[in-house]
């Protein structure tokens, strides 16, 4: 449930009642503030993570194996895009729920992200298929070269 809709609302009501019974009109003054300092704090960071998502590319995120091992379930959307510094591609229908996003990086791997009311409840990750040229390669970079 979304306690949150309903717990901050009624949380400020009861800190500005509280300091006014505590306080008088003082007391409000101080309450309110610090409220719209709160508030300010918030938007501030909603708006420096979006100026931020702004400059990359959609759906591009340097690593999608760090972020597949970052990610927690119940994250908001906000906090994945502040991790990615990238807004996600979009791949289900506009406005439905639950929404899903992709991630992509520079190997075409990807992490598909699933997001009910804005909290994350599922993720996934797929790697490419190594290709035969891949698989040819030698993987240890640190043996020494053979002495002729």
Known sequence: MQFQKILIPVGSVVLVVAAYRGYGWAGVAVAG????MWLLLHFTRMMQVLKRASNRPIGFVDSAVM???KLRSGVTLLHVVAMTRS???L???????PECYRWTDGSQSWVDCEFHAGKLRKWAMVRPA??????????????APSAP
């Open 33 to 36: 503030g610090a409220l719209v």
């Open 91 to 97: 791949t289900s229908s506009k406005d439905s729920q």
């Open 87 to 89: 807004l996600g591609e």
């Open 67 to 69: 972020l597949n091992a």
């Open 130 to 143: 190594a290709t035969t040229a891949d698989a040819e390669a030698p993987t240890d970079a640190t043996a």
